[in-house]
Nanobody, 114 residues
């Protein structure tokens, strides 16, 4: 059974930082591509960053230079370091992994106050 569990969200002031974690069980980040997505109220879910099995990354223009994805393959965990946060980064953040199926975590709320 595949399970993705996000953590690390919270309330932070603009300019602050948060680090999100996505811990996987039943599936390996080493063998599959994954991504971080976010969904703000009233908006569609959007890709924040994706990472291939080989470690190649693709960031949304809106987060380039501020967000960094990393992996700890021994812990089967992926992180999203978010710096210089802006109010427009406020959203529920989800991790997703693609194997023969697409799996989603339950999401973690990030709120950035101005």
């Amino acid at each position: 059974q595949v399970q993705l569990v996000e953590s690390g969200g919270g309330l932070v002031q603009a300019g602050g930082s948060l680090r999100l974690s996505c811990a996987a069980s039943g599936i390996s980040f080493m063998l599959n591509a994954m991504g971080w997505y976010r969904q703000a109220p009233g908006k569609q879910r959007e890709l924040v960053v994706s990472i291939t099995r080989g470690g190649n990354t693709n960031y949304a223009d809106s987060v380039k230079g501020r967000f960094t994805i990393s992996r700890n393959l021994a812990k089967n965990t992926v992180y999203l370091q978010m710096d210089s946060l802006k109010p427009e980064d406020t959203a529920v953040y989800f991790c997703q992994i693609t194997s023969r199926e697409v799996y989603w975590g339950q999401g973690t709320q990030v709120t950035v106050s101005s």
